[in-house]
């Protein structure tokens, strides 16, 4: 499912820079779940831009099925993202003048989608998070726990083949965040949903079967099996 090779990623140039990937390989089978962990500064949240595309890699490739993410420019790119890719961040980024329904929207007419068809699947994902009664919310409107339920549902609702999530439960409590985990798990059993997940939580990254530990812009462990 992703498949990435060889990838480097350098900020900044002479005494100022930061070598944040240092020749990292990874694959993803279809379905899998995976957390990315290790401690501040090492890369992980890099190695998530890079993979979906948001940052680009300064070498190496990176595949999403037969789609080389590498080749691609940003139009491209953005293409790509709106058809197989979802993303939650820790900072939920919801659109503030717009109800939970719009927002989860907003990527679906982005992705060329009918405005009936993209109320209806808004409303199924919204279920799915169980806030379909929250629809006609504002973000500041509701908790931190069910803002990031929101903006998974907006993640997902368009089926995309791989969920990356940068530290999803980092600014929550932590019933808030077993909930939030449970429904990434639950997208991952409902829809086969590939998942990456960055965490520097141990906690949370041993719910997940594979741990891949990553130390000064490498991966330098990589475990399956922990959990189950
Ligand atoms: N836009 C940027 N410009 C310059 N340096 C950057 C930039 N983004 C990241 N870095 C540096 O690259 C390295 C890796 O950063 P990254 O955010 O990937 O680490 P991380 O493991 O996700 O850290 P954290 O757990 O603290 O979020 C760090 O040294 C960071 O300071």
Known sequence: MLRASQLSKTYGTGNEATRALREVGLTL????????????????????????????????????????????????????????????FQAYHLVPVLSAEENVQLPLLAAGMTRR???????????????????????????????????????VAGKPDILFADEPTGALDSEAADQVMGLLELMNRQYGMTLLLVTHDDRLAQRLPRQIRMFNGRIVEDREGATC
């Open 117 to 155: 068809e993209a109320e209806r699947k808004a409303l199924e994902a919204l279920e799915l998070v169980g806030l379909a009664g929250k629809r006609r919310s504002r973000p500041s409107a509701l908790s931190g726990g069910q803002s990031q339920r929101v903006a998974i549902a907006r993640a």
């Open 29 to 88: 089978g279809k379905g899998e779940m995976a957390a990315v962990t290790g401690p501040s500064g090492c890369g992980k949240s890099t190695l998530l831009h890079v993979l979906g595309g948001l940052e680009p890699a300064d070498g190496g490739e990176i595949w999403i099925g037969d789609e080389a993410v590498h080749r691609r420019r940003e139009k491209e790119l953005a293409a790509l993202r709106l058809k197989r890719m979802g993303f939650v």
